[in-house]
Every structure is written in C-alpha cells, then in structure tokens.
C-alpha cells in the first residue's frame, strides 16, 4: 500500500459528461501528479501541483483541469468525454516538487461508452 | 511524449533465471526511475538513480547508467514467479520541471 488513494476505483460514464476524480497524497507529501495510462499512449503525464499551486503541465487536454485543496488533497475533472477518454488514471505523490521518487495511488478506470 | 524505451517489450524467463532490461532516453537528466506494474494496478516505485551514480542496487535488483550513452539497464537475479509484471523506467527530463516521462515498459513473465 503507497499511503495514496484514489476515488472511485471504476468509473463508468456516457460520452459528453463530466466526471470527477479524487485523490489524497501519502501523510506528509506536497506535490500530487495525475497520470493518464492507456493501451496506445502508455503512461502520459498530465499535471503536477505543489502545495497547492500548478507546477508543471503535460499532455493534458483542454477539456481536463485540475487543483489541489489546501489539505493537498486533489481533483481531476475531465468534461465533455470522448471515447477516446477511456483509460486508467493514476495519481501520484511526493514529497518535495523534483527528484524524488512518486508514490503512486491504485488508479481510477474510466470507461466511457 | 516518450522520453525513455525499454528493451525487450516483452521477456519471458523461468524461475530463478536472470532478467535484464534496458532504456534509453533522449535527453539529459537528473535521475532516473524504474517501476513495476501488476496488470492494472499501481506502479511500484522499485530504485532511483542519479546522474552522478553509475550503479546502484536493492535488494535483488541491480541498476546502472550510463550517462555518456543515455541508457539504463535493470537486473533483477534469481527471478520469481511474483517478479511476473511490467517494468518502466522514467525520466525527468533534467529540467526544473518534475514530470516523470515513462517508456512503454517491459512486460516480463517468470515461469515455474
């Protein structure tokens, strides 16, 4: 167990809506990452905040935003779905904002139909 | 964007049999990372490397890099059945920039 949570563990939505997604970071860490995991992208990197303010951005759609509470806990929204959008997405943690290893959570599976 | 590339995709061995896999990468670095996956869990953080070492190991795990060629390898000795997963080596592409960029990872099968 990394100490990271992810809500919900599968998610199962129609194309066109807007569903969010929850995590909370190991005790102690300040930077949160979401990954987007699928067969024919592989693990692609989407954002990073530290300590509650956006620190590095990826490969992340217009369609998808993110923040971090002031309890560093942290949402992914994705709207307007596409099939396309159907993949495992992870959340990570660490303690400081570089070099250092990333804990990561178990992942939510968004299937959109 | 894939910054690092495992080698083999794929490699199957028996227990208690060796098995190496390689990356290599593209841009400068200031560490690098490997991880394993169970087939769709979580990635495992397993070894980081820095660009200043050149090996470095845990446990049965054995890391090297090679900074000069842009490569890693990761050598995992005497092989079991629950080493079956995917490995991924990751960079951070040597910018202030903290992203980890993953290859497509190598899918290793331990037999009995």
């Known amino acids: 167990d990394s100490g990271v949570t992810q809500t919900p563990k599968h998610l199962i939505t129609a194309t066109g809506q807007r569903v969010t997604l929850r995590c909370s970071p190991r005790s102690g860490d300040l930077s949160v990452y979401w990954y987007q995991q699928s067969l024919d992208q592989g693990l692609q990197f989407l954002i990073q905040?530290?300590?509650?303010?956006?620190?590095a951005k990826g490969n992340i759609l217009e369609r998808f935003s993110a923040q971090q509470f002031p309890d560093l806990h942290s949402e992914l929204n994705l709207s307007s779905l596409e099939l396309g959008d159907s993949a495992l997405y992870f959340c990570a943690s660490s303690v400081w904002y570089s070099g250092n290893e990333q804990y990561f959570g178990p992942g939510t599976r968004l299937t959109v139909t | 964007s894939q910054q690092g590339e495992e080698d083999p995709q794929a490699l199957s061995i028996q227990e208690g049999e060796n098995a190496t896999m390689n990356c290599s990468y593209k841009t400068s670095i200031n560490n690098l990372q490997w991880y394993r996956q169970n087939s769709g869990r979580g990635l495992v953080h397993l070894i980081l490397?820095?660009?200043?070492?050149r090996e470095k190991h845990s446990g049965r795990l054995r890391v090297t890099l090679d900074t000069s060629k842009k490569s890693s390898s990761l050598l995992i000795t005497a092989s079991r059945a629950a080493d079956t997963a995917s490995y991924f080596c990751?960079?951070?592409?040597?910018?202030?920039?903290?992203?980890?960029?993953f290859g497509k990872g190598t899918t290793l099968s331990v037999s009995s």
């Open positions: 490397i820095r660009s200043n070492e």
């Open positions: 905040y530290y300590n509650g303010e956006e620190r």
């Open positions: 990751a960079t951070d592409e040597g910018q202030a920039g903290t992203a980890l960029i």
